[in-house]
């Protein structure tokens, strides 16, 4: 855009008077808090910040503790199935939602409304559901197949897995929105034209129109990744961490770190670490994005 | 902004000045939402009512210490902070002390002389920071018992248990009549307390004095610790089909016998009581596993905040006193199924097992709680470790000793 | 409601007859997904309906045999925890007082801030925009205890304001990114023509972008208020008892256990807290969509 003519400089002092609030929000809160968390990892703060320097001592701590390995696990697995669920699970859904077939806003409804509910409402429900005295293993076993075994809130080995179903549940409705959106965004020459080649739909679907749909993918992606590097209140509501820990993640170390061990610390160590992370992701993501190609 | 501020200051300054003249709200945190325990707090806001002019605001946050303490911590750390509000004795709100955040109660100790009549007096202790109160402690729980359940043995074809040894010999007899034979819930405090409660029991009082007192690490690697272990590790065994969650869903399976035995502390007795069952006829209390009796001070203590009004600081001294008072004692605890903290008062209302529980503690058997020996990460850290032992088969009896010990070295 | 308010129509293959093998294959399908959708929903109101004694007798999908409010109304107004026996009734004004600034305040500063990164970039402003999208992936939780400094230092901690202003804050990233992506996507001409017509910062956006974007504003509403109306978190942390809003109670009535867990109770408070986002969402479904295709699409 081209915004240098001689009297730019007054409009943009509106524009960037008209942007402070959101540098602010930028420099103050997110820098500012990342750095303020960054440097008290590094000191022995216990329930107050304290500014005894301890060098890497948390982050030693950090990396031996069992229960932050758990977390970090449980986050991989998490984090890669809800990212491939939720796109396989949501593309396919605006695929077959976009066939114009009957019904099509009831259904949309149906698969959109779980995201209205926070998480915390999310985990009690299924904690409820798959409860094992109560919920599905039991209503299977009464229908007469007495050896059904599903009680994955209560087996260390698949809980994970628990939390993965009502995680996908209450997010990839909104991730299917936002590819039926794209989908209805696709020419419809392209479709036309596929069809006179006489390519098969699910190569035109895979070879064609998923690449013309990059930048959906990157909004649904930022999406979800934001959602379960935060995981957390589902964790709390629907296991709180258990049977024994192991479906800690990381979000919810932070907070026991800081609140129920009150070791700020080691919570900030903790953080870092997560900020560090998202930070080795997202900076070449913005390079890509800002750095070569220019708008408009 | 300090317009605003300053519009704020004075908006602040005006309800204050409002609230004086019909008597101070006063906003109490606490975590105590169970049904024995909500009939605990409103026997001592009745108690506050009748006697005081000024008015109790509760302000609940259910969920237990974990999802209360945050918003405790920054709310006093935020500058707008509750006037009293709970924690467990101990050294959770030190810091806070330390900090000069909390208002000083010590002319008020003084004045009713509580370290005459608080029994044992190592309470009052913990409340003291340089010689000074910051804090009322208003009740003892310890968590030396198990609490059986009469119809589960009957149901089973077996005698109520003496001790952990026959309940152990017990175990197989449940399981055939299909009950849990212990039941531990999913929250870490309790596979953490239940340990605990076998330390003592098994290991013997010095032992604990050894390891939590001197933060003796050697001690945690010795045979007497194995033994303990080893007794975990069958507890763990017994418990594995618990599928439950909180602790008193886990009192729930004693109370309608699903479930044999739970090693919980003497809070579980409100929930008897709720349910209207009796000590001796419905269940059974065995104070230290039937092997060792002890009472074990730990419970909760008030904290106040401080406050610049001077009407909001007198209301809070009152509150103080109030819950120190014979009357309050007597109201609280009967309710809550907790000890009072005070040696001069008639406990003649009392149960069985509370009555048991007040003889032990007259005879000066008593050993301070955990909190007040470990800091708060400390004791985070054993209930991560209890948690996931008594969840994982794969972490073997010498493993988790040895990180017991590790963590004990590294105690502060 | 017909497809018209789509941007186009509909694409793929055309719709054929019925029971063709592919649609057998289709609707199964969507059978058993709905059927994963929905089943928790069913569960939650048909549980709420019952009694206890039912609930632990039964199955948890089977219609209730008697139906009875009793739940809904003590969730409404007569559960405990501690002293307050209100129920959610306590809540649902304060949730409301919360819910409104907040909307409007976050919405404003993210389309205006949108708006500029979008129309009249300026040095930095992608750097901006990157720590910004770098803040929607911070737990909220990390910044609980900067934040409660931040605040007293300017004087708005425990007031409706303080958590206003943060609830603002955490709605930016991803509303500002929405915003940005819709105003880009709009036709430059527009925006040259008003340029040359002599419009400035602000009379471009309030007489050609506001009137254009009814769609992305919609759609960052409908995100804010679920958003808002579901924090547990901030609405404990940030304000005082009498100001709690509705999902405290919520919390409270769930997690306070008094000797039995009353599903029946917890499932019609979850209900209720949540009616005011399903009606949102239920109601406005469709403009929902058309506002995410107009916006979040177009990187």
């Known amino acids: 855009m081209q915004t240098q003519r001689p009297n730019a400089l007054f409009r943009n002092l509106t524009a960037k008077i008209a942007a402070l609030p959101m540098i602010a929000t930028a420099l103050f809160v997110f820098v500012g808090c990342t750095l303020w968390t960054v440097y008290y990892s590094f000191t022995k703060s216990r329930m107050l910040p304290s500014d005894k320097w301890v060098g890497l001592q948390q982050y030693e701590r950090l990396w031996n503790t069992p229960k932050w390995q758990i977390a970090v696990e449980n986050l991989l697995i998490f984090g890669f199935c809800m990212m491939i669920l939720s796109l396989v699970i949501g593309f396919v859904l605006a695929a077959l939602l976009d066939q114009k077939i009957r019904f099509e806003n009831t259904i949309r409804t149906i698969i959109l409304y779980p995201f209205a509910l926070s998480f915390i409402v999310t985990g009690l429900i299924w904690q409820w559901v798959l409860n094992p005295d109560f919920g599905i293993q039991q209503v299977v076993r009464d229908l007469g197949w007495q050896s059904f075994e599903f009680n994955p809130l209560f087996n260390p080995d698949i809980v994970i897995y628990g939390v993965l179903i009502a995680a996908v549940w209450q997010g990839s409705g909104f991730i299917m929105v936002v590819m039926l959106a794209g989908l209805r965004g696709i020419d419809e020459e392209i479709w036309k034209a596929a069809r006179v080649d006489g390519i098969p739909r699910w190569r035109t679907y895979v070879f064609i129109i998923i690449p013309m749909m990059r930048p959906v993918f990157v909004t649904a992606l930022v999406l979800i990744a934001s959602g379960i590097i935060k995981v957390y209140d589902l964790v709390k509501a629907q296991t709180n961490g258990g049977p024994g820990i192991s479906s800690e993640v990381p979000a919810k170390y932070v907070i026991d770190m800081m609140f129920g061990n009150q070791n700020l610390g080691q919570g900030f160590a903790a953080s870092t670490m997560m900020l560090l992370s998202v930070a080795v992701i997202l900076i070449p993501w913005a390079y890509l994005e800002f750095g070569r190609k220019k708008h408009g | 902004m300090r317009r605003l501020k300053a519009i704020l200051a004075a908006s602040t300054v005006l309800c204050a000045t409002a609230a004086a003249a019909e008597g101070v709200k006063l906003e109490v945190t606490h975590w105590w939402t169970s049904g024995g325990e909500a009939a605990a707090v409103k026997a001592l806001a009745d108690v506050f009512g009748e006697k005081s002019q000024n008015e109790w605001v509760d302000g609940a946050i259910a969920g237990g210490g974990s999802t209360a303490r945050p918003v405790m911590i920054s709310r006093i750390t935020g500058g707008d902070p509750m006037h009293a509000t709970q924690f467990n004795h101990g050294r959770q709100a030190e810091e806070l002390v330390e900090a000069g955040l909390m208002l000083d109660l010590t002319d008020v100790a003084e004045a009713e002389g509580w370290r005459d009549t608080i029994n044992p007096v190592s309470l009052l202790d913990s409340c003291t920071y340089e010689g000074k109160v910051y804090c009322v402690p208003i009740n003892i729980h310890s968590w030396q018992w198990m609490w059986m359940s009469n119809k589960a043995f009957a149901d089973a074809g077996v005698a109520v248990p003496a001790n952990w040894e026959e309940f152990v010999a017990s175990a197989p007899a449940l399981e055939a009549a299909g009950k849990v034979p212990l039941v531990v819930g999913q929250q870490d405090w309790q596979a953490r307390g239940a340990f605990s409660v076998l330390l003592v029991a098994i290991g013997g009082t010095d032992l604990w004095l050894d390891i939590y007192a001197n933060k003796n690490a050697e001690a945690v690697r010795g045979d007497a610790m194995a033994k303990v272990f080893e007794a975990a590790d069958t507890a763990r065994n017994l418990s594995a089909n618990s599928n439950v969650g909180d602790w008193n869903l886990a009192t729930a399976k004693i109370i309608n016998g699903e479930a044999g035995a739970q090693i919980m502390g003497d809070w579980a007795q409100g929930e008897f009581a709720v349910a209207e069952k009796v000590a001796g006829e419905d269940y059974t209390c065995l104070p230290g596993l039937g092997m060792n009796e002890v009472i074990q001070t730990g419970g909760d203590a008030f904290y106040f905040p401080k406050h610049d009004d001077p009407d909001v600081t007198a209301a809070q001294k009152e509150l103080a006193s109030i819950m120190f008072s014979r009357e309050a004692q007597v109201a609280f605890n009967l309710k809550k199924g907790s000890l009072p903290v005070r040696g001069d008062i008639d406990m003649s209302t009392a149960n069985d097992c509370m009555r048991k529980g007040l003889d032990i503690l007259a005879s000066g058997n008593v050993l301070p709680s955990s909190e007040q020996a470990i800091s708060q990460d400390t004791e985070q850290q054993m209930r991560d470790l209890f948690i996931e032992f008594f969840n994982d088969k794969s972490l073997s009896t010498a493993d988790a000793q040895e990180r017991m010990a590790q963590l004990i070295e590294q105690a502060d | ?299």
Not at chain 3, 28 to 48: D, E, H, K, R, W
Not at chain 3, 171 to 194: D, H, Q, V, W
Not at chain 3, 208 to 222: G, K, T
Not at chain 3, 287 to 297: C, D, E, N, Q, T
Request: hydrophobic letters at 50%; glycine letters at 8%.
């Open chain 3, 1 to 299: 409601m017909a497809d018209i308010s789509y941007p186009t129509d509909a694409r793929g293959a055309k719709p054929r007859r019925v029971m063709t093998k592919g649609n057998v294959i289709l609707w199964s399908t969507l059978a058993v997904i709905l059927a994963y959708y929905a089943l928790p929903l069913y569960v939650m109101v048909v549980t709420s309906l019952k009694g206890m004694p039912e609930i632990r007798m039964g199955n948890i999908f089977s219609p209730p045999m008697e139906i009875t409010f009793d739940a809904w109304h003590k969730a409404a107004f007569t559960a405990c925890t501690g002293l307050n026996c209100e129920g959610l009734s306590r809540g649902f004004w304060n949730s409301v007082e919360i819910l409104v600034p907040s909307t409007i305040l976050s919405i404003a500063m993210a389309s205006i801030s949108g708006y500029a990164i979008a129309n009249w970039r300026f040095k930095g402003s992608e750097v901006f925009f990157t720590i910004l999208i770098f803040g929607a992936f911070i737990p909220y939780q990390v910044m609980i205890y900067p934040l409660v400094i931040l605040l007293r230092e300017i004087g708005l901690f425990g007031s409706l304001w303080g958590l206003v202003l943060v609830h603002t804050v955490f709605g930016m990233p991803i509303l500002t990114l929405l915003f940005r992506n819709y105003f880009t996507s709009l036709p430059e001409e527009l925006f040259k023509a008003a340029r040359v017509d002599g419009a400035g910062f602000w009379g471009i956006f309030f007489r050609v972008l506001v009137p254009m974007s009814l769609p992305i504003f919609m759609v960052a509403l409908i995100l804010q208020m679920t958003g808002i109306w579901n924090d547990f978190l901030f609405g404990v942390i940030y304000t005082r008892p009498d100001q709690y809003p509705m999902t405290v109670q919520l919390n409270n009535i769930v997690n306070a256990v008094q000797g039995v867990k009353e599903y029946n109770v917890n499932m019609a408070a979850t209900l209720l807290t949540g009616i005011v986002p399903l009606t949102i969402y239920f109601v406005s479904g469709k403009l929902f969509v058309r506002g995410i295709a107009a916006g979040a699409v177009k990187g």
